[in-house]
């Protein structure tokens, strides 16, 4: 099966920098790479999403790139504010199987 | 719309003891899944479907069962609780199956422990 590699674990940034958070995958056949942003106690919840026909989105100060050949994806999160601070997870999905990488702990200090 | 809804939300169970946790979606998805949580594990696929009367096995499926009777509800059964299985679970489901893929919708999670 897939296997999501997720880096870095933890991530700590100063209000109004930029954090960046990497993945790695293994299947080639994986399409389709959403994002998810989970705060303490709650459910994972959608932030950004990207399929494999695309090579960049963004949608404010929130940005993802694909690059196929490499099978990696990363998070890119600009103008950081505390209420980012959560733990971010991606994942990758082939068919019907979505495997998550194992998240990283954004910290953003005021 | 309550869009996916889990019951219960806690459960302490012994060893050996068996329990049904409850998802129901009223989104219309083909799509469900579940997941677990553990810490520096991320959501880990126990099962999925992608419709009535269709399961599959994700990566750790051993110790639970699934079935899916109806397009809404997709339980997890845990056939003998075992220590190893004291996780949070996600129910999750999604409009689209296949190659066409869209964003999963989370319930609130159970968080289960098994003494």
């Known amino acids: 099966g897939e296997n999501v590699e997720q880096h870095p674990s933890t991530l700590s940034v100063q209000e109004g920098d930029s954090a960046v958070i990497k993945c790695t995958y293994s299947?080639?056949?994986?399409?389709?790479f959403p994002w998810y942003k989970q705060e303490l106690g709650k459910r994972p919840q959608l932030i950004i999403d990207?399929?494999?026909?695309?090579g960049e989105k963004k949608d404010q100060r929130i940005a993802v790139t694909l690059n196929k050949t490499a099978k990696h994806f990363s998070l890119h999160i600009t103008e950081t504010q505390p209420e980012d601070s959560a733990v971010y997870f991606c994942?990758?999905?082939?068919?019907?199987?979505?495997?998550f990488g194992a998240g990283t702990r954004l910290t953003v200090k005021p | 719309n309550a869009g996916v809804t889990q019951t219960p939300k806690f459960q302490v169970l012994k060893t050996g003891q068996s329990m049904t946790l409850q998802c129901a979606q009223d989104?219309?998805?083909?799509?469900m899944s579940w997941y677990r949580q553990d810490p520096g594990m991320g959501l880990r696929l126990i099962h999925y479907?992608?419709?009535?009367?269709?399961?599959d096995q994700g990566e750790v499926p051993n110790g639970y069962n699934v079935s899916r009777s109806t397009t809404e509800d997709f339980p997890l059964r845990l056939l003998s609780a075992a220590p190893s299985q004291t996780s949070v679970y996600f129910c999750?489901?999604?409009?689209?199956?296949?190659?066409?893929?869209?964003?999963?919708?989370f319930g609130n999670g159970t968080r289960l422990t098994v003494t």
């Open positions: 999750a489901s999604s409009y689209s199956i296949g190659a066409i893929r869209s964003p999963l919708h």
């Open positions: 299947d080639s056949a994986s399409n389709y």
């Open positions: 990207i399929r494999s026909n695309v």
């Open positions: 994942a990758a999905s082939v068919n019907n199987d979505m495997r």
């Open positions: 989104m219309n998805h083909e799509y």
């Open positions: 479907s992608v419709g009535a009367g269709i399961t």
